[in-house]
């Protein structure tokens, strides 16, 4: 064989990514960013009267989440930016009690109890 019939025998290499290692470049790429998005949250949990509105509101970009307390009074506001919050218990839509400057930490919750005065909040709540 002459040395120009053994050039064409050898494979051709290509360069660049193969289509294999770009998939798996895309995956990878995106987990970290899945990973990234929840490692940038906390909660706030806690008891209230059962049925009312517990709203969290972010002092730093406005964000304001609600939920209402269960029937035995529990409520979670999860998936929140972490920042420092200002946390309202609501009854008819207005704010009943307030705790302020609550500061959410990556990965954690914080918990936040409310109570009304004179009881105010149960007797809404057996109206509902």
Not at 2 to 20: D, F, I, K, Q, T
Not at 41 to 47: E, K, P, T
Not at 76 to 81: I, M, Q, W
Request: proline share 3%; glycine share 10%; aromatic share 4%.
């Amino acid at each position: 064989m002459n040395s120009m019939h053994s050039e064409h025998n050898r494979p051709v290499r290509r360069r660049g990514l193969s289509a294999w290692s770009l998939a798996l470049a895309v995956v990878i790429g995106a987990g970290s960013v899945a990973v990234n998005a929840q490692s940038t949250a906390g909660s706030v949990f806690g008891v209230a009267p059962a049925g009312q509105t517990i709203m969290a509101k972010s002092t730093t970009n406005g964000l304001s989440r609600h939920v209402k307390a269960d029937a035995k009074g529990r409520y979670t506001l999860g998936a929140l930016p972490v920042g420092v919050y200002t946390v309202t218990l609501e009854k008819d839509g207005q704010a009943v009690e307030q705790r302020s400057n609550v500061k959410l930490v990556v990965g954690r919750g914080i918990k936040v109890d409310f109570t009304c005065p004179q009881e105010g909040c149960a007797e809404s709540a057996s109206n509902q």
